[in-house]
């Protein structure tokens, strides 16, 4: 996985700055994490009638996006 290196750095910053307040985020990590569960939540809202996806319990193809 890569992140384009402006938006890391703009993470890092937001991660520094509201760690101590009570909806930030104390770790770049559980940003990321939340960030990813917000959006699980909206595609599951918009594409699966609001239930959960399950989990992927195979392999994930990698290289190439699908739409390419």
């Known amino acids: ?6 938006v890391k ?7 520094l700055r509201t760690a101590g307040f ?6 770049f990590s559980a940003l ?3 960030a990813i569960q917000r959006e699980l939540q909206r595609l599951a809202d918009e594409y699966n009638g609001g239930e959960a996806f399950t989990p ?3 392999s994930f193809r990698q290289g190439r ?3 390419s």
């Open 32 to 34: 990321v994490e939340g």
């Open 9 to 15: 750095k703009t993470a890092e910053t937001a991660v």
């Open 22 to 27: 009570p909806n930030g985020y104390p770790s």
């Open 56 to 58: 992927n319990g195979g």
């Open 65 to 67: 996006p699908f739409s």
């Open 1 to 6: 996985m890569t992140i384009h290196r402006s």
